[in-house]
């Protein structure tokens, strides 16, 4: 969910008083033609002492109310937002990858209901990187906002259950 709204008030041109990417490549996002690093996480803990809170807040330039409706279509999740029209024109960069960092040694964890010696495989390695988009929102020909937003996904190990039973 906070990625489909992430998209809609990033294509608006709001701006974002907090945003926060996930800390691993999320491929799935990516589906329907999206470029990497165009995503969004939230993590609100059940427990007040958790010590880390992630939140998506997004600010209303306008001097109108802004309208935020998320619907689903079948597996699809759709955010439309409406209000005042802003005269925003949105220009997104593709993305510029740097800082490619390889996955570490496979890991594995004991499971006593597996056969002894069985390995099932839980998670794919992959590479971790940083992807930078820049977005230039414009007014009148005038440049309202210029940003980067920077994504930094850490690389993942292979990790495997290992039978003990």
Known sequence: VST???????LAGLPFDEWHPHSV??????????????DATVFQPETPDAGIT???????PTDSWILLQVTTDGDQLHA????ADTGYTVQISDPVISDD?????????????LPKGER?????????FTTTLTRTVTLDGEVVLDEQ?????????????????
């Open 149 to 165: 937003f920077i994504s930094v996904y850490n690389p993942v190990s292979d990790a495997f259950m290992v039978g003990t039973g």
């Open 4 to 10: 489909t709204v992430y998209r809609a008030a990033l």
């Open 25 to 38: 490549r999320v491929s799935f996002y990516e589906l329907d033609g999206w470029p990497v690093g165009m």
């Open 80 to 83: 439309d937002l409406y209000g």
């Open 54 to 60: 992630l939140d998506l807040v997004i600010s209303n």
């Open 101 to 113: 960092t390889t996955p570490g040694p496979a890991l594995e964890k004991d499971d006593p209901e």
């Open 120 to 128: 099932q495989q839980t998670q794919t390695a992959q590479d971790g």
